[in-house]
Structure formats: C-alpha cells, structure tokens
C-alpha cells in the first residue's frame, strides 16, 4: 500500500510539472503572437549594405535573436561582417540598423543581385539558444556592380529644401523618388533620369513632423529599391528666431544706460 502510494505521489508530481511546463510554454507562445517584423528596406553605398527593420513587441525589456542571410551561400549560414541590431541580445524598436560589410564578405568580383533574409527570434527567459518563434522577411539588394546608392541628409526641417542624389545611376535610368511616412503610406516627390540625379524638394510646412522613409525605384522595379530614413522636423518658431536679436538689443540697452550715466570720477582725497 505504501510503495503504491508512492508511485502514485511520484507519477502524479510528473504529471503536475509536465503540465506546468506546459502552460508556461503556452503563455510564452500567446506572447510571442505579439511580436512584428515588418517595415526591412535597405540602401547600398558601393561598400556596406545597411538594412533597417522595425520590431515590434509589447515588452521592450524582452530580448530577440536577430540573424541575417544571403542568397550569396543559398541562406545557408549567417552573415559575417554583420554589425548592429544582430545577434542575441536584441530589443525591440523601430529603425533597427544592420550594417553588413559586403566588401570584405564577398570575392571582388561578384556582380551578382543579392536576397537577404532576416529571421527573428524570440527567446526563453533566462535561456540564449531555445526559440520559441520565429518570424523572417526577405528582400533584395542590387547588384554590388551597380553600385547605385541613395543620398539623402538624416533629418530636415518643414518649410526647407530637401535634396536627394542618387550616385552611380546609368544615363537611362528612370528615377522616381517616394516618400513613405509611418503609416506607410507612399507619396511620390518627384521623377529625374540617370543623367541628372538630383532632386529637390520643398518640404510642406504641413507636413506632419515624424520618422518617414526615403526609397529611390529605378526604371519600376520596386523590387530593387533603395531607401533611407529621414527625420522631418518641426519648423523653427519665429519667435525662436527673433530671441537673439532681442538678447542682442537687451545686451545694447544696459551698456548704453550705463555710458549714460554720471561718469563724473572722485576727486583726490584731502591728507588733512
């Protein structure tokens, strides 16, 4: 009686953490549902290849091992020269940046077009290698022999001319210019050929200040864009623009009161 009852104690204690284990998992896997990789585009400047991505989640202390691929190896390792928001210490946030050295990745004279995959994992508390679900997105980069990359300043203020060049396009290329904001949705800035790669652009004083995204499309193939991000900022108040001539007109004011005061100086002091 005793030793079945101790069976049983032991069977049903294995049977309680198994089923405990259980429920764990199943409450990571609900949160794991949660997290988003979306918004990966990528510029190339002849040298390094810099993708961007956003990934979402709800707790932003949880940390995600990123790697990246390329069809270079038929996605068959991570990349090498990859620096950045890689590997397993990864936390969520918009704007992540990878910068992959292809140069110093690939042979010199590979010309090929490039798909990348970037796979996302979420991880175990307390543990760095057991996933619990993966997410992965796929793009394109052109081919490093083209060496078309996209120009553009990080940040510009509304009310301002925005400029952006496009280096190493042919002379019949076809260059449209979009502007993606964070709703993703596209606006077109304008269109030039490869013989005069420059476009400027007035940016709206309504333009709603935020993170917006740059992408340059040769020729209609949007799967061979390039982007970049950009920051549009609030215009300058004029208010902030009139206070240094205010300080500056201050500054004048107390000097003058004072040169106008009595600048009569002490006669000598009388010894008796």
Same mark, same amino acid.
């Given at each position: ?46 040298? @390094?290849? *810099? ?6 989640? /709800?707790? #932003? +202390? ?8 390329? =069809? ?110 964070? @709703?993703? *949705? ?6 030039? /050929?490869? #013989? +005069? ?8 004083? =309504? ?66």
């Amino acid at each position: 009686m005793q030793r079945d009852y101790f069976l049983f104690k032991k069977s049903f204690r294995s049977h309680l953490l198994f089923f405990l284990f259980g429920v764990i998992n199943c409450f990571w896997l609900q949160r794991a549902q949660a997290q988003t990789l979306n918004n990966t585009f990528s510029s190339f400047d002849g040298n @390094q290849v *810099t993708i961007f991505y956003d990934l979402v989640y /709800s707790d #932003t +202390s949880q940390l995600f091992f990123v790697e990246i691929f390329s =069809s270079a190896d038929q996605f068959a390792r991570p990349l090498s020269f990859a620096s950045g928001a890689v590997g397993n210490r990864v936390k969520a946030g918009r704007l992540q940046k990878i910068v992959w050295d292809v140069r110093k990745a690939l042979p010199s004279d590979f010309d090929q077009e490039i798909s990348y995959k970037l796979k996302v994992t979420l991880l175990l508390p307390g543990q760095t290698t057991v996933p619990i679900q993966s997410q992965t997105t796929q793009a394109v980069v052109p081919s490093l022999a083209k060496a078309v990359s996209l120009i553009a300043p990080a940040s510009c203020r509304r009310g301002k001319l925005l400029k952006v060049s496009v280096a190493g396009a042919n002379p019949g290329d076809q260059l449209v210019y979009e502007l993606i904001d964070p @709703q993703k *949705t596209t606006t077109t800035l304008g269109s030039t /050929s490869g #013989t +005069s790669p420059v476009l400027n652009w007035p940016v709206p004083v =309504s333009l709603p200040s935020g993170r917006y995204t740059i992408r340059l499309v040769s020729n209609g193939n949007t799967a061979e864009s390039i982007a970049l991000p950009i920051k549009i900022k609030h215009k300058i108040p004029l208010v902030v623009k009139a206070l240094p001539a205010v300080v500056a007109g201050a500054v004048l004011i107390v000097l003058s009161g004072k040169k106008t005061g009595d600048s009569t100086l002490p006669g000598p002091i009388n010894p008796n």
